[in-house]
């Protein structure tokens, strides 16, 4: 029933398809919950939620409350009803997730970006990873709902094209990843921006139902934001989804790759801190990449991330640096958004200091509003968390209303 759902258009299949949304939100909930939020009678209520239940689509999870008679039926969704393929594709990796309807990773498959990875290699890869994880977890091919792919690079949505693919390792990308993967797997694929993929997968799964308003940050290779905002996903037609990293912090600073100056991409993002890191280890400061590089230009970012796990003092009074600009510059943002929850995700967050120093700097900064309180955190998950966006987007394919 849930393929059905983008099918018809009768008002009984809109009213189980917004029974279904409100179960998977707010599950476990009762009935009367239900009848609260859409009016519907409670008899009328039952016997949809029936259906969905016939349909094994949602099931009572036996956790609710007796007040002294017999236990009220609490709903939730049957995650495992149909499933996802959430995809990430970056000139570092390629992820590729199996998913439940909860968004529950049940297997992975990565793929290292080398010279060999061309568009077509990297396409089959995952094609061949989606019949592989079907397989080894005995899944039909029926219940797959469809495949996300999320790319933080730029791309053309209309042509399903990357266009900026300077820094992959392979060319080869003038394709349409849409049609290729939907020719190949025949299931509907759907491509989105992967900043916004990840402030979705983090509002789905971990905050839906405590807040309306999240901002997702990002710092890798570009600086990215998403945004929630009033519970829905706020997205833009004009390819600024990196504008976070091109907000001022200093009119006379750094010379940003955008031609400005005093960009937060000069200062936070990696390469801006292998551009200070090399500076450094020009000017004289010891770093345990002289032992391990002899030809200074020959550092990546790899190298620097791994120095930053052994401790090493030069690479972590360059991250600490450059968490105190991001910090800086989050804070204009929560000053624009006002958000009540921040979210910390990309390659330097799992690593040492980093979301420490930032999440400092951009609290000191709003310490004049002490009423408003800003939750700051680490994503759940910021190395899969994109890809889990792009499953999702699949899921409020078939799920949510899209506002017109």
């Known amino acids: 029933m849930l393929k059905k759902f983008t099918e018809l258009s009768s008002p009984k299949a809109r009213n189980l398809k917004l029974l279904y949304s409100l179960v998977r939100k707010l599950g476990p909930v009762k009935i009367n919950r239900l009848t609260e939020l859409t009016g519907f009678k409670h008899v009328t209520c039952a016997r949809l939620l029936e259906e969905l239940v016939d349909e094994g689509l949602i099931y009572d999870s036996g956790i609710g409350k007796s007040s002294g008679g017999r236990k009220p039926l609490m709903y939730v969704i049957k995650p495992d009803a149909y499933y996802l393929i959430g995809v990430e594709i970056t000139s570092f990796y390629t992820t590729v997730l199996l998913l439940d309807l909860k968004l529950n990773i049940v297997s992975v498959e990565k793929l290292k970006m080398t010279a060999e990875c061309t568009g077509e290699y990297t396409l089959n890869y995952i094609t061949a990873c989606?019949?592989?994880?079907?397989?080894?977890?005995?899944?039909?091919?029926?219940?797959?709902?469809?495949?996300?792919?999320?790319?933080?690079d730029r791309f053309d949505a209309e042509k399903g094209m990357i266009t900026s693919t300077h820094s992959f390792p392979a060319g080869g990308w003038d394709i349409n990843l849409v049609d290729y993967l939907t020719q190949t797997n025949n299931v509907p694929v759907f491509l989105d921006n992967g900043t916004d993929l990840a402030a979705l997968a983090e509002y789905r799964m971990n905050y839906w139902q405590d807040t309306e308003n999240i901002v997702f940050v990002s710092s890798d290779i570009g600086i990215r934001c998403g945004t929630i905002s009033q519970g829905r996903l706020v997205t833009n037609k004009f390819e600024m989804e990196d504008a976070f990293g091109h907000i001022i912090?200093?009119?006379d600073g750094r010379r940003c790759s955008c031609g400005a100056y005093g960009c937060l991409q000069a200062y936070s993002s990696l390469p801006a801190i292998r551009d200070e890191v090399l500076r450094l280890l020009k000017r004289g400061k010891a770093s345990l990449l002289q032992e391990k590089l002899s030809n200074m230009e020959d550092i990546n970012f790899h190298h620097i991330l791994n120095a930053l796990e052994q401790n090493d003092s030069l690479c972590l009074e360059v991250v600490e640096e450059a968490a105190y600009y991001f910090g800086v510059g989050l804070s204009n943002l929560i000053f624009l958004l006002r958000p009540e929850i921040v979210i910390f995700g990309g390659t330097l967050?799992?690593?040492?200091?980093?979301?420490?120093?930032?999440?400092?700097?951009?609290?000191?900064r709003l310490i004049h509003y002490s009423s408003a309180k800003i939750k700051m955190v680490k994503s759940s998950d910021a190395y899969n968390i994109v890809a889990q966006g792009a499953g999702?987007?699949?899921?409020?394919?078939?799920?949510?209303?899209?506002?017109?």
Do not use: H, R, W
């Open 130 to 152: 989606v019949n592989q994880l079907l397989i080894q977890n005995n899944i039909p091919k029926d219940k797959l709902l469809g495949i996300g792919v999320g790319l933080l």
């Open 392 to 404: 999702c987007m699949v899921l409020d394919y078939y799920t949510e209303e899209t506002p017109v």
């Open 349 to 364: 967050v799992p690593k040492p200091l980093f979301f420490e120093a930032a999440a400092k700097a951009a609290s000191n």
């Open 249 to 251: 912090i200093d009119i």
